[in-house]
């Protein structure tokens, strides 16, 4: 069990008032989710973001938030080397006596119902254009009642990753102030889980020749998206950082200097990279350059200087298009939000770097600690929960349904009835 | 007269915080409504809103601020039963001494500035496609200048509604922590009596066979606009709770997850009633019904437990769908933006559901007496003075100017004038 | 030196959470730039938003921040009839010790930030469907490296400008509570000078008869944007209010109300005139005119009652569309977004009312120190410097890239692939 540190009036309600904007991240990610997917599939995929987000906060109240636990909550530890881990929350039931609560376990609470709508919308993203609504809302419901509950627990609730400091002088155990892990690497790797099960769109991957180059089919919404996902994770890393990272109020102002800074150097580096390697930048790789400019920041921004909040995107935005291409092009990854690379991989960056830049001994080894866990355990477990859900209920359409676009498939409507839309031989 | 809740410090800068997010409800609102409606009306809608929008905070900063009062300012009182009721307010003119009025008394008007907009935004959305943008402003004159400020007035301003708990031992009085009432049900009801004057849109109801289905032209707008609301309802009703409900710090992360889990058991409710009943979801009700489920929480978030929250949510959604359905087969109600059913309904049924779940006795009795003045008294008075102004400033355009749709005929060019549109024969 | 105002926690969790939603005043601005372009080219102006974003704040942490010093900072200061007057900031390297700066100091660099961006922003939209991303970019980063932070010095750092009311007894000094002169005035003569020196579209003045109207291809985009903006703008004026006017927490909802007054104000009276003038309102027009009542209120909200507030948007809003079809048809300048007139016009009226409506003697004279300087010094400073940039990076693409569109020229793709477009006559 962590000490509770009790917060300000001034700090909760900076806090509080935070939270209401968070949900702008959500947003954001949304409209990026349906920009980059076809428009004959753009009412499902906002659509589903609304039935996932409903999902994993009706879920995560009945029963994910009790595991979850919280800061000064009971946990189910485990003795080892003579020490209490914490395994798993035995938080009250149904969100019962919040009231009560101390405030600092309200607030981490309420941080994460938003977190896990978000870490459960990034798959969707990633199986745009050919999954099911249900199996998606199926998808977003094992997150919110197992896998994000057991994350957050170990990490943000006083579980044994956040007490790697403790009980191991580990720096200040395994440090994750804006969801970089709790949120963008466990959405990312579900999202390596579903299109591994569920497989690329048809005709992505044609028996011969190159890939298919299906762009998104409304940059405005990708872009757009990026700006307001720009204000979610603002409010996102300076409420994570009162809350997980204790930072005082003096602190703050430099949190959100870094968040900007990290999201502009990004795009900066992919535009520079798009440009060299296909003469010209590439819009929508920009968007994923910016968005992981924007996860880095999750674990970095409370923690670096503003050079090294630079440099910490700049090298999120060079390799982001890089490993996106590299999914496509050698691992036939069918990835259209490109969130495994964006989320994924640019919340292991900024993790690592977080350990690299924080000056306390032994943090890169906490740090290297959480991301094994990450990729050791919740990857395969995730990936063993949606292979088993995948043979109850079939993340994919059949063939047909994806031919005539998901929205006509699963809603019987398209999103733009009045608008002429090109016919698209490649899909017949 | 009340006596005034000194606010401390924190609580008032979270509330002057979130009063500045709040337009987000009204630009969400006002996507929505541009969503779905046709294409050849989509500038109109959204440039009515934004004409809306100033004619309301002109007049009630004019006039309407002085007969809605506040929170302490003077009444014009009607003694009955031995004790005063306050009838209309009797502010100063012109905002006079606002730097100088209490702290919450200077938010309650801020507020009020924020939910007249959004009051007289929603018949707008109902008059859709068929309405003319001057006799839409003048609609909102008459909401802004005089049925709003006396609404207003009786429940928020320490009139007759909300004195019924110290007058007559009701509960606390009336009860309306988030405009549930002057807000949603108002809108909803001047909804209601826009649509019996301005009738239906041309071919809506042809003389023999079923109504004729005239989808939203947009359904990002529409499920994108739902999630912009979500923060401004957050912002909203944790904020109506500071000023209305004189809640605590502690109880505000409880309200705000309320909000989200209303609209969440709302969603999930309608996407679970539109498929059994369609056989596939339907996203255009879907998202009636997640807005239904953010008005249900204007009444109830700050008041219920977020198992009650969840379960007033599933009751809107469920009933949402239906009453569209009721109100557009059986009673020929063309409302292309389901404000009556959403807004007017969903806010009565929370207004409702905070009595049966408030703790206090007489609690229900004061909801039923409000709802009871909402349906006969705002809404005969609202329909009057819409009659009234019809008679001067017809609402609707000519029929020729509705075939050409509402963006030629009243601003001289389209929303997208590089986009091919389909024809629609159904028109012609 | 400026002594430096303590901040209460209060204050100053309220302008940091204002400062996580100010970045949505740069949102819809962005959007209402791609509405107002060309289909073909939305995608380039929406990722020249983000690259502009991003050199801006990569370039001011690294350089501009310097200069622009701060309350409280040092400042190389000139000797003038026996007074010390601040020339330009010596604040500290690369952000060097923010966390241990004085609270205010801090919140004035984050302010900054985020009015670089806003500011260079603005010429961008007047630039569009024929300036370069790379050239837009080096504009960027000219503004903020050097323009920029000497403005935010004069006005905002305690230099000069601020000085007149400690040195000469002028008001308060130079008072620009919300960015009127260092957002919007130096981003629409930036504008100006831009538009100068690229020159018009292709097509849009032929060589006989009148310009040709070349409306925005989205009015959803431009009209919703509004909406955006009015969130971003409360925010940065309220927050605005707190660090430069030293408002107290009871005069902030005033200039809150004041904010939506003016903006009201300027858009009814914008809907009038174009009534008036062209028989039908016109909805570009009335955007143009509801952001110039926004800008207006930069300088006006804090410091003038509700009555002038609206009054000051009358103006704005009878002024601009008067204002771009003067420099359209008489100077035969081509600014689609309107930023000059919006921008420029409406933030130099804006400091002009603050001094006619402020009650300190002098205050006006000091406002029309600051007008002349902005017009004086800073009009030719941008000039000469976009007008060296030009010659070594030109702004403008080559008269076939402009025919295509900048999307296909600049980024090889469009932004809307699957819709499809109206062949363009005018253009071939």
């Known amino acids: 069990m962590t000490p509770i540190q009790p917060l300000s009036d001034a700090a909760f309600v900076l806090a509080l008032g935070l939270f209401m904007l968070a949900p702008l991240a959500i947003a954001g990610v949304a409209l990026i989710n349906t920009g980059l997917g076809r428009s004959r599939s753009a009412a499902q995929s906002l659509l589903g973001s609304l039935a996932i987000l409903a999902v994993s906060a009706i879920v995560f109240s009945l029963i994910g938030a009790t595991f979850a636990g919280g800061p000064g909550a009971a946990s189910h530890t485990i003795l080892l080397s003579g020490k209490p881990w914490g395994w798993f929350g035995a938080g009250p039931w149904l969100l019962g006596g919040l009231n009560a609560a101390p405030s600092h376990a309200q607030l ?6 938003l977190a896990v709508a978000l870490a459960a919308l990034l798959p969707w993203g990633s199986g745009a254009d050919r999954c099911r609504l249900l199996a998606g809302c199926a998808a977003a419901a ?9 994350t957050a627990h170990w990490i943000w609730g006083g579980g044994w990753l956040a007490q790697l400091g403790v ?90 200097v870094n968040t900007l800074l990290s999201a502009a150097g990004a795009v900066a580096a992919t535009f520079a990279v798009t440009h060299v390697r296909f003469g010209k930048p590439d819009a929508s790789l920009c968007a994923n350059g910016w968005m992981a400019g924007l996860v880095t920041s999750s674990a970095c921004a409370g ?95 059949d063939p047909d349904g994806e031919r005539i676009g998901m929205d006509l498939q699963e809603l019987g409507g398209g999103a733009y009835p009045e608008f002429v839309i090109h016919r698209d031989e490649s899909y017949r």
Chains 1, 2, 3 share one sequence.
């Open 108 to 113: 981490v609470l309420l941080f994460e119902f």
């Open 142 to 150: 094992i997150l919110s009642s197992l896998v994000f509950p057991l």
């Open 167 to 256: 009980n191991f002088q580990l720096g200040a155990g395994f440090l994750d102030g804006g969801g970089a892990a709790t949120v963008n690497v466990l959405g990312g790797v579900s999202a390596l889980a579903l299109v591994w099960i569920a497989g690329p769109r048809r005709g992505k991957f044609p028996k011969e020749g190159l890939s298919t180059a299906l762009p998104g089919h409304n940059a405005v919404y990708v872009l757009f998206g990026c700006l307001l996902a720009l204000v979610g994770w603002l409010a996102w890393n300076v409420a994570g950082a009162v809350l997980f990272l204790h930072a005082p109020l003096s602190a703050l102002p430099v949190t959100a």
């Open 303 to 397: 923690l670096v200087t503003p050079l090294a909040a630079i440099f910490t995107g700049l090298v999120a935005g060079i390799v982001t298009p890089l490993l996106v291409e590299l999914f496509e092009l050698a691992l036939s990854i069918d990835d259209p939000s490109g969130a495994i690379a964006v989320h994924g991989a640019g919340g292991l960056w900024g993790l690592l770097a977080a350990g690299i830049f924080a000056p306390q001994p032994g943090q890169l080894v906490a740090q290297l600690v959480g991301i094994a866990t990450l990729l050791g355990v919740v990857l395969p477990l995730v990936y063993l929960l949606f292979w088993l859900l995948n043979r109850m209920l079939p993340f994919r359409v």
